[in-house]
């Protein structure tokens, strides 16, 4: 429950209306938090302040400090791809970061970014009830990773961040080589108070009669800015709402080992989400061609599922872009400028207006991406301009497709092995109930040993002339029943040919069950 896990003594702005925005980002300073809850005198709520919010309301005055990368990024806790998920976890609660970067040593002895862990991932792994301790970070990281330079301005980090749907950027330098992390509270933490405080008060001081005309002109640039805000607003929660629908699908497509489930709770989601005619998601064949083998539409007439698809002109013009990452995308197929062949091919399939996003398998032994298959959604009642936000998501959830199905395939190998080994297992304990009951049935005594001349077995003749227990003749106990004028020559039999892997013949006397001496002809 919410309840046994959630901080109860809870750090508060309480609102009055006189407060500015120092105060909210004293609160962050002071208590190292990442939410600031707002509530009225009665201890309601009102809102919720976050980094990301305060961010924005000063990005203006970290552009004019001009300040780089290299002054605020943090030293960054890193793991090997060789080590567990649950070393992760532990170095995250040790240092108190949110995240870790994976790395590899090259030649040069560089520690080299590979892919990331953060907090998010160890809870997903923890729903799919992974066993942490066995999973290696290599074969769960995420990747590609974001970049940075460490003379890289705020400004273009601030960008970056909000392009990417991401809250932190890894700093690598000249050879690739990891130097840092930077997050949204680098970002904050890069704000001089002071500094500020200073700027408004000469902004707010009293201006002269004589400037009157500059401060009309200053003010209908505030409105012109008031109404870029308001525009970024929105845009910010277009991209927040993004955000949370990409979170949601990864979450869902990652709750389920099953790559056909994962791949048609995909395509579903995406129709839904875009309101397209047909999502479907198109898998390439080692002979070039493909097959759609997911779709999601909104009229059966427009269904292509396991159709098998070859377009020659579609092979050698696109392949090669789509291993690269390009996406392809045409909001009118008689307006594009497309070859007849190709353009004939997509209208055979009544399409329209078409997006198509590669999906590209990493593989930690290779440093070029698989091209596995393409996130395709047709639009085939009417034309569509492709919003930048469409394109963008589709690109997002294409990566978490790719993770969805490399878990997915590690999981059907898994399941493949273990079946081969369970049908290994039964086929041997069949094997050894067969030769039980043949031994067990045959009407002479027979014995087993290894090559430690230990014996490991005798039938159940052999025990019935004995009158013993297996346990009692395991090893070397059946020499206890022979005669001791004979123990010491059929023990050199016995040693002298096992040493040199010879076939053996000797007699001796046995002990039977009746306490009598029998003459055993005994083969080996």
Not at 126 to 154: C, K
Not at 178 to 188: A, D, E, K, N
Not at 229 to 252: C, G, H, T
Request: net charge negative; proline share 2%.
């Amino acid at each position: 429950a919410l309840a046994e896990v959630m901080h109860q003594n809870v750090i508060a702005l309480t609102f009055t209306g006189s407060q500015d925005i120092f105060t909210a980002l004293n609160l962050f300073r002071q208590y190292q938090i990442r939410h600031l809850p707002v509530v009225d005198r009665e201890r309601r709520l009102l809102g919720l302040i976050t980094q990301s919010s305060l961010r924005m309301a000063l990005r203006s005055a970290d552009l004019l400090k001009f300040r780089t990368v290299g002054e605020v990024m943090s030293r960054a806790i890193h793991a090997e791809s060789t080590a567990s998920v649950l070393e992760v976890a532990q170095l995250m609660n040790d240092y108190r970061v949110s995240s870790i970067p994976i790395v590899e040593t090259n030649d040069s002895n560089l520690l080299i970014p590979l892919g990331i862990i953060t907090q998010k991932d160890i809870v997903q792994f923890q729903l799919l009830e992974l066993n942490l301790a066995e999973v290696r970070t290599g074969a769960v990281m995420s990747t590609p990773l974001f970049l940075a330079q460490s003379d890289d301005s705020l400004w273009e980090v601030h960008q970056q961040m909000n392009r990417c749907f991401v809250r932190r950027l890894v700093v690598v330098g000249e050879r690739g080589e990891l130097l840092g992390i930077i997050t949204q509270s680098s970002l904050l933490r890069a704000i001089d108070l002071r500094d500020l405080h200073g700027s408004l008060s000469i902004l707010q001081s009293p201006v002269p009669q004589s400037e009157l005309k500059r401060i009309r002109e200053l003010q209908r640039r505030n409105l012109e800015l008031t109404h870029q805000n308001a525009r970024q607003a929105i845009e910010l929660r277009d991209r927040d709402r993004r955000d949370k629908i990409v979170a949601e699908v990864a979450l869902r497509i990652r709750q389920s080992l099953d790559l056909s489930t994962i791949l048609q709770t995909t395509v579903d989601e995406v129709r839904q989400l875009i309101d397209a005619d047909r999502v479907l998601i198109y898998r390439f064949e080692p002979d070039g061609c493909g097959m759609a083998i997911v779709e999601a539409v909104s009229n059966p007439q427009w269904s292509i599922i396991d159709r098998v698809i070859r377009d020659s002109c579609f092979e050698q013009a696109w392949v090669e872009p789509y291993r690269q990452g390009h996406i392809f995308a045409v909001a009118d197929l008689d307006r594009a400028n497309l070859s007849s062949c190709h353009l004939e091919f997509l209208k055979s399939f009544q399409v329209r207006a078409n997006v198509a996003i590669p999906i590209l398998i990493t593989h930690e032994k290779s440093t070029v991406d698989r091209l596995w298959g393409l996130l395709i959604v047709h639009q085939c009642s009417r034309v569509r301009n492709w919003q930048e936000s469409e394109l963008e998501l589709l690109q997002l959830l294409s990566i978490q497709v790719a993770i969805a199905i490399q878990q997915g395939e590690l999981y059907q190998q898994a399941q493949d092995q273990l079946s081969q080994r369970q049908i290994a297992e039964n086929t041997l304990r069949e094997s050894e109930a067969r030769f039980r009951n043949i031994a067990n049935t045959a009407p002479v005594l027979i014995w087993m040993s290894g090559t430690d001349k230990l014996c490991s077995f005798f039938n159940q003749p052999w025990l019935n002339f004995t009158g013993r227990t297996i346990e009692e003749e395991l090893g070397n106990g059946w020499a206890e029943r022979l005669h001791p004028e004979d123990r010491e020559r059929c023990w050199q039999i016995y040693s002298a040919t096992f040493d040199q892997r010879h076939e053996f013949t000797m007699e001796y006397r046995l002990l039977r069950a009746d306490g009598e001496y029998r003459w055993i002809l005994d083969r080996g």
